[in-house]
T-cell receptor
Framework: GEDVEQSLFLSVREGDSSVINCTYT??????LYWYKQEPGAGLQLLTYIFSNMDMKQDQRLTVLLNKKDKHLSLRIADTQTGDSAIYFC???????????FGKGTSLLVTP | NAGVTQTPKFQVLKTGQSMTLQCAQDMNHEYMSWYRQDPGMGLRLIHY???????DQGEVPNGYNVSRSTTEDFPLRLLSAAPSQTSVYFC????????????FGEGSRLTVL
């Protein structure tokens, strides 16, 4: 299938901003998602962006989409230790099913 | 609210044994899917269903069977378990409206010896 690529690891200090990057290859992707997985749990949707949008902001989260470069980023402002988790980027052509996930970025927030 | 319920949470099998991972959702979602998660591999789609009576293969379907006789249930069957099927399995469901948020179960950790 089409590829979704993410860096595997990111470490930041508490209070700093975190930026997690993702690239995808399928230009027909309609929805792009960010999911969070805490240890021992399933994935939970953090936010999503429709492909005709450039930016979406939701409290501490900012999603930027560069459709030309097929690049998606997730910025977490004022990162807290509770934000330590694995973050997955995903894309879909059809809303909701058969999402194509990246390998996940492990975010470690240190005090 | 139950959401997506998976059983069992943990299972150890011997090579060649069969078993079924159960998945049930109470949100009346049309779409259901099974993923496996392996270290360094992310989540890979095994099988999915867009409604009762309809199933299709995902990226890694070999060694697994599914059926969807009701909207609520989507079991995953391993007919003859192999060590390569040692993994964490996630069931997910979503509605067919809007952006279609996937709701995940808590996972089933399977070890095949």
């Amino acid at each position: 299938g089409e590829d979704v690529e993410q860096s595997l690891f990111l470490s930041v200090r508490e209070g700093d901003s975190s930026v997690i990057n993702c690239t995808y290859t399928d230009s027909s992707s309609t929805y792009l998602y960010w999911y969070k997985q805490e240890p021992g749990a399933g994935l939970q949707l953090l936010t999503y962006i429709f492909s005709n949008m450039d930016m979406k902001q939701d409290q501490r989260l900012t999603v930027l989409l560069n459709k030309k470069d097929k690049h998606l980023s997730l910025r977490i402002a004022d990162t807290q230790t509770g934000d330590s988790a694995i973050y997955f980027c995903a894309e879909s052509k059809n809303s909701g099913y058969a999402l194509n996930f990246g390998k996940g970025t492990s975010l470690l927030v240190t005090p | 609210n139950a959401g997506v319920t998976q059983t069992p949470k943990f299972q150890v099998l011997k090579t060649g044994q069969s078993m079924t991972l159960q998945c049930a959702q109470d949100m009346n979602h049309e779409y259901m899917s099974w993923y496996r998660q392996d270290p360094g591999m992310g989540l890979r789609l095994i099988h999915y269903s867009v409604g009762a009576g309809i199933t299709d293969q995902g990226e890694v379907p070999n060694g697994y069977n599914v059926s969807r006789s009701t909207t609520e249930d989507f079991p995953l069957r391993l007919l003859s378990a192999a060590p390569s099927q040692t993994s964490v399995y996630f069931c997910a469901s979503s509605s067919n409206t809007g952006a279609g948020e996937l709701f995940f179960g808590e996972g089933s950790r399977l070890t095949v010896l």
